[in-house]
């Protein structure tokens, strides 16, 4: 198994095309056959179409989806999963994703494949269902305050520690400071255009532009140390 969680990116733009180069390429010799799962922004053909043309048009996988809304799809999960050899979970809404996931029993399949070759990956909400835990964004602060409200949500823990997307564009790093020092788990934190690579239990650090990075942050005493983690150019 290896997970690669990116951040952020625009398909049509071509933002991450480095980090989807290095996805498909993970399969070598291997037939690439790409399960999209477009479940954190409730299925819409529109989103599966711009996926369709980089993986299929552009990169040359043969791409289907898992469309966990639509009853006739969702019955086919089983065979989609074993005929996968890359899964990648689409970002949107965290907590509908994993909700769903849930139940309808996604979640307990993706687990038994876990010891299996295949690459799990997913952008943003899709990056942070594979992690023991997400730091996301719920919401707003209150009806009268429309600051963006971060939580923990639970994920299915294939990678150890808790990840948190779109650290400068939405600026939770203070936020994800203070629910560090208050759980004492150690989390990361990624900025847009990056991926965690995690294989065999160490991890490669990616990013399509020099400018992005990765933080780790790990509990020290009652603080947070705060790591930048080198970064590797894709």
């Excluded at 919401?139 to 949500?153: F, H, I, L, N, Q």
């Excluded at 808790?162 to 208050?182: A, D, F, G, N, Q």
């Excluded at 990013?207 to 080198?230: F, K, N």
Aim: charged content about 20%.
């Amino acid at each position: 198994m290896v997970v690669v969680a990116i951040s952020s990116g625009n398909f049509s733009d071509h933002d991450t095309i480095g980090i989807d180069r290095r996805i498909v390429d993970l399969r070598g010799t291997q037939p690439k056959r790409v399960l999209f799962v477009p479940t954190a922004q409730h299925d819409p053909q529109s989103y599966v179409d711009v996926f369709s043309e980089l993986y299929e048009g552009e990169l040359g996988c043969d791409v289907r989806t898992l469309e966990v809304f639509d009853e006739s799809s969702r019955n086919r999960v089983d065979e989609l999963l074993d005929w996968a050899s890359i899964v990648y979970v689409g970002g949107g809404s965290t907590d509908l994703l994993l909700a769903a996931w849930r139940a309808y029993g996604i979640d307990a399949k993706l687990l038994r494949l876990c010891q299996t070759d295949k690459v799990f990956c997913g952008m943003s909400a899709g990056a942070i269902c594979w992690f023991d835990y997400g730091f996301a964004n719920v919401g707003k602060v209150s009806p009268a305050d429309p600051r963006p409200r971060y939580s923990e949500v639970s994920g299915l823990g294939l990678v150890p520690g808790t990840y948190s997307p779109h650290i400068e564009s939405e600026l939770r790093m203070l936020s994800l400071v203070r629910h560090v020092e208050k759980t004492a788990r150690p989390a990361y934190a990624a900025m847009d255009r990056t991926a965690i690579c995690y294989a065999s239990g160490r991890i490669e650090t990616l990013a399509c532009d020099a400018a992005q990075s990765i933080y780790e942050l790990t509990p020290d005493g009652g603080s947070v140390r705060v790591t930048q983690l080198p970064m590797t150019l894709v």
